[in-house]
């Protein structure tokens, strides 16, 4: 499975970075993609990295504030996330696929999500 972690409280304009880590697999050359659902609403894609390669995808409401960083500790993913708004608040999930995608239809393996809540 995959295991989110590091969702916390912020302040609007702060940074969060958010870990996922693979446990009784290796990422190998997967797509590990970044999701979020704020109450009341559709599962959101907001980034994704191919793990073997690097290359990235991002949602339009996150580009440019969002990063995956290339760097990585063994097994684990990253989202870094700067100059958070309210509207970046809710459940993050972190998910596997085989392409490079940003539609939740093609993930599996979903993690139970981390919580992060913007606000003053």
């Known amino acids: 499975p995959l295991v989110e972690s590091g969702g916390d409280f912020v302040q609007p304009g702060e940074s969060l970075r958010l870990s996922c880590a693979a446990s009784?697999?290796?990422?190998?050359?997967?797509?590990i993609g970044w999701f979020r659902q704020a109450p009341g609403q559709a599962r959101e894609g907001v980034a994704c990295i191919r793990t073997s390669g690097g290359s990235t995808l991002y949602s339009d409401t996150v580009k440019g504030r969002f990063t995956i960083p290339k760097e990585k500790a063994k097994n684990t993913v990253y989202l870094q996330m700067n100059s958070l708004k309210p509207e970046d608040a809710g459940i993050y999930y972190c998910?596997?696929?085989?392409?490079?995608?940003?539609?939740?239809?093609?993930?599996?393996?979903w993690g139970q999500g981390t919580v992060d809540t913007v606000s003053s």
């Open positions: 009784g697999f290796r990422l190998g050359s997967f797509t």
């Open positions: 998910a596997a696929a085989n392409l490079l995608s940003l539609d939740s239809a093609e993930f599996t393996n």
